[in-house]
């Protein structure tokens, strides 16, 4: 709103008795511009209260205008402090309710999975496996298998490595594609009877399962013969590369070497053989001949030295034979 004055001149007279100024109770530096009273007006210098007022005062001399232009009141900023307070909590409950929907989702996503394991992997060999509970997300999770060996304990006996390794590899497995194949997984089989751990295992993402045994007191070892660990190894089935291979026959000798024949599931193994690089089959063919060793050491009480071992393609046509050295542990 603009105001105008008539121009002209007069003389008055002006009171100066140390008027004080204060905007919300605090007094306004004047800057040496005293207020005065005419005629029992007070007049105040208009930038000096401006400024106080938070206000900008500007002078157009050749229009003889003074433009004020207001600015935010400090009650007008602390409004707008409270203001930015609140939303920034609402953005921290937004994400806190975001972080808790997320758990509640995971959480219903494992209990889903969870019954899915029980229904799949109820059998550990001869052993029932009385119940899988899972723990964590997709980026890590806690898995605890329980087994009763009160009742089953001879069955357990029956177990060999390869039995307990075969069926933890296929539950991973499963865990891993239904969350993450990065998914780190840490787990253990228990012993529900008197809460023994069992087994532990773990697995990081695409990295090898990693299976320790706690379970002396129940699978003694070297308990069976030779020749019953021999016979358990037939039928096994190994993997080359993507090429899958059944033991057909394995034989251990007064030397201690263990001899294996396996033959090729696949009907295009010799095209896929080709296909594979040296590294690829000979690191394949390394933990085939680990675990064979390990099932006559642990199973057998046996001491193999070498592990000889031939594959066989489609045709029964022999594809390569290798020695492993088990001291060593290489191919020779």
Not at 43 to 68: D, H, M
Not at 274 to 284: F, H, Y
Request: charged share 35%; aromatic share 8%; net charge negative.
């Amino acid at each position: 709103m603009a105001g105008e004055a008539a121009v002209g001149a007069k003389q008055v007279k002006i009171d100066y008795n140390n008027f004080i100024i204060t905007v919300d109770g605090q007094p306004v530096n004047l800057l040496g511009k005293e207020p005065f009273a005419i005629n029992g007006t007070i007049y105040l210098p208009l930038r000096v209260v401006g400024e106080a007022l938070n206000s900008s005062v500007n002078w157009q001399n050749e229009t003889k205008t003074v433009s004020i232009t207001s600015g935010p009141t400090a009650e007008v900023n602390s409004l707008r402090l409270q203001l930015t307070s609140k939303e920034q909590e609402i953005e921290n409950l937004k994400k806190q309710v975001a972080v808790l929907q997320k758990q509640l989702a995971e959480g219903e996503d494992l209990s889903n999975l969870e019954r899915d394991l029980i229904d799949d992997y109820d059998e550990i060999g001869d052993v029932p496996v009385d119940d899988i509970t899972l723990d964590g997300d997709e980026d890590e999770v806690d898995v605890e298998v329980e087994v009763d060996l009160y009742r089953y304990e001879d069955e357990w006996n029956d177990l060999r490595d390869r039995d307990i390794e075969n069926w933890l590899e296929d539950l991973v497995e499963y865990i891993q594609d239904e969350l993450s194949e990065d998914t780190e997984i840490n787990g253990e089989i228990i012993n529900i009877d008197n809460g023994d751990v069992l087994v532990d295992f773990y697995k990081d993402g695409d990295d090898d399962l990693e299976v320790d045994y706690e379970d002396d007191d129940y699978r003694g070892g070297g308990s069976g013969s030779i020749t019953d660990v021999a016979q358990g190894l037939s039928g096994e089935s190994y993997y080359v590369g993507d090429i899958e291979f059944a033991v057909d026959n394995v034989s251990y000798n007064i030397n201690d070497i263990v001899t294996v024949h396996m033959d090729a599931e696949d009907d295009d193994a010799y095209d896929l053989w080709d296909d594979l690089s040296t590294g690829e089959i000979e690191n394949d063919v390394e933990d085939i001949c680990v675990d064979i060793a390990e099932t006559f050491e642990n199973d057998a009480n046996a001491d193999p030295e070498v592990v000889r071992i031939y594959f066989y393609d489609e045709n029964s046509d022999l594809l390569e034979s290798y020695d492993y050295d088990v001291a060593y542990g290489s191919l020779d």
